[in-house]
């Protein structure tokens, strides 16, 4: 149940959609948590539109995926257009990803709901709207904070640690001093969001036009979102009159036939706090970093931060582990901010040329690979996203990643039970920690110290079987062929990084010495632990 004392394990400011997922994630563990957000109920503002399929394999983590999916649009293509809207190159986006469409459309205030409703599952967490954070002091044993509620009554509430995923203008970042640097746009854009989308269809289109760089998508509910840079000399005024509005989307249609439902301006950013831990507080999704949305990465990014963080936050709460795996958060996620950051200015450099000969230049190149087969009409160039990693640099997960398949989430390919039914791996998964091995039972090859660390882990082994076999899951279409071979166990995390993998004869000492790095240590009691204050 939660809380009647005025005392959490966590407290999560901002009900955004990064906070209330960390708050479904920490509910699913039965932790004490309370969640509060300033604003009275879920904003009407559909400010995120896009989410990949690493954002739709977390919401089927926490068991909203497929409720979700009923409201979402599907992106097939991605299509890059030049002046006089000649395609230089697209993207085909239709294949799936470990189970999921590569991108998917919201109505970012429909998901907000539905991420909210998926609360109520949780007797754990307690959320309070309309309830605004007023002060924070960080103790010895956790923080203490004072809470107004919209009556204008303040009270004050402890916790064992705080989440501050209060967005990016974010009251805590700022109450702990911490530095958010990085890029400010020099030019704003203007969004269109209108009610009647007067061509529907599961494309996403960049406007590579020097004259006027942009991007459209379709979304949900028959709607569709453009977006158009603001040149220089243009002031926002101008630029969301009914006559403008009108001018930019006469290519598209009737202006007044789509019904403009929203028109704002927004200067995009490109910052990283300075760290992502300060004590007992930690920083997630657009309160830890903002990136251009060029990529669709943005929503993402702070999907990936809870992910990370909760299973940690859970296993220390309960005495699991040890406070220092707490450490790896700011460790893992502050290199990959920076990576998806990257990644979304390359992309912005692509659409936003205003000169004729850079925008030429760029078409050049576009051209020259599909002189060299890389794609044509009929093949989409393949885009990858920044990979989902914990490695830490590029260079590092070059290595790690690529060559050794560590610190990465571990693929979802269809398995078959016992009577050749297709399963789901994250089924079986079901966020602990889990030793994995190929035609071969890993627990076998541990010492019974080591055995007895694992059960004080909650820690579960799964055998994948290249052929069905009883007890097993059989891998018939051969899509884990890569485990097979010297070192045929890989460990995973509750988060699906994989971040060991060796021969059974080396499982044994190499598991021991990854318990040691994450404070698994056979004093440490399993009960739950919750000081009182």
Excluded at 274 to 285: K, P, W
Aim: aromatic residues 8%; proline residues 5%.
């Amino acid at each position: 149940m939660a809380s009647q004392t005025g005392h959490f394990d966590v407290v999560i400011i901002g009900a955004g959609p990064c906070g209330v997922t960390a708050a479904n994630l920490l509910g699913s563990q039965g932790i004490d948590t309370l969640v509060v957000d300033k604003a009275a109920d879920v904003l009407p503002i559909p400010r995120a539109i896009g989410m990949c399929n690493e954002g739709a394999r977390i919401l089927q983590g926490i068991g909203l995926y497929q409720r979700a999916l009923q409201d979402m649009r599907l992106i097939d293509k991605v299509r890059f257009l030049a002046t006089g809207g000649q395609e230089i190159f697209h993207a085909d986006t239709g294949a799936q990803v470990n189970g999921f469409a590569e991108q998917h459309m919201f109505y970012q205030p429909h998901l907000e709901r539905q991420l909210r409703d998926g609360l109520q599952r949780h007797p754990s967490v307690q959320l309070e709207t309309a309830c605004e954070c007023l002060q924070i002091d960080q103790l010895d044993s956790g923080v203490r904070l004072w809470l107004k509620d919209a009556q204008g009554r303040r009270r004050q509430v402890t916790c064992q640690y705080l989440l501050a995923a209060d967005g990016a203008r974010s009251t805590v970042r700022k109450v702990l001093g911490l530095d958010f640097k990085g890029k400010t746009y020099a030019q704003d854009w203007l969004i269109l969001d209108v009610g009647k989308d007067p061509c529907p269809n599961h494309e996403l289109v960049f406007l590579c036009d020097p004259r006027r760089p942009g991007v459209t998508m379709s979304a949900p509910f028959g709607k569709r979102r453009w977006e158009f840079l603001i040149k220089d000399g243009e002031s926002h005024q101008q630029m969301l009159s009914d006559a403008s509005v009108r001018q930019l989307l006469e290519p598209w249609g009737d202006a007044k036939a789509m019904q403009v439902e929203r028109r704002a301006v927004y200067t995009f950013h490109a910052r990283v706090a300075e760290r992502f831990r300060d004590g007992r507080v930690f920083l997630l999704g657009d309160a830890a970093h903002i990136t251009p949305p060029f990529a669709g990465q943005g929503m993402m990014a702070g999907l990936r931060d809870a992910h990370n963080l909760s299973w940690k936050l859970a296993a220390v709460l309960r005495g699991r582990l040890g406070e220092q795996i707490l450490d790896s958060y700011d460790r893992e996620r502050r290199p990959q901010a920076r990576q998806v950051i990257d990644f979304a200015r390359f992309v912005g450099v692509t659409i936003l040329p205003q000169r004729r000969w850079s925008a030429s230049l760029r078409d050049g190149v576009f051209r020259g690979l599909k002189w060299l087969g890389l794609h044509s009409e009929n093949k989409g160039l393949r885009l990858k996203k920044p990979c989902n990693h914990i490695n830490g640099s590029r260079w590092a997960h070059l290595w790690r990643g690529r060559a050794l398949h560590l610190g990465i989430e571990i693929p979802q390919q269809p398995l078959f039970d016992e009577q050749g039914r297709v399963v789901s791996l994250d089924a079986h998964l079901a966020g602990q920690f889990h030793l994995i091995g190929a035609d071969c039972d890993p627990l076998r090859f541990l010492a019974d110290s080591t055995l007895q660390r694992w059960r004080q882990l909650d820690g579960r082994s799964l055998t994948i079987a290249s052929r069905p076999k009883v007890g097993a899951l059989s891998d018939s279409r051969g899509d884990y062929r890569w485990l097979a071979g010297r070192r045929p166990v890989v460990l995973v995390r509750p988060d699906r990084m994989m971040v060991l993998r060796c021969s059974p004869r080396q499982l044994d000492r190499q598991l021991n010495r990854y318990l040691d790095s994450i404070g698994c240590q056979p004093e440490l009691d399993s009960h739950y632990l919750s000081p009182a204050y």
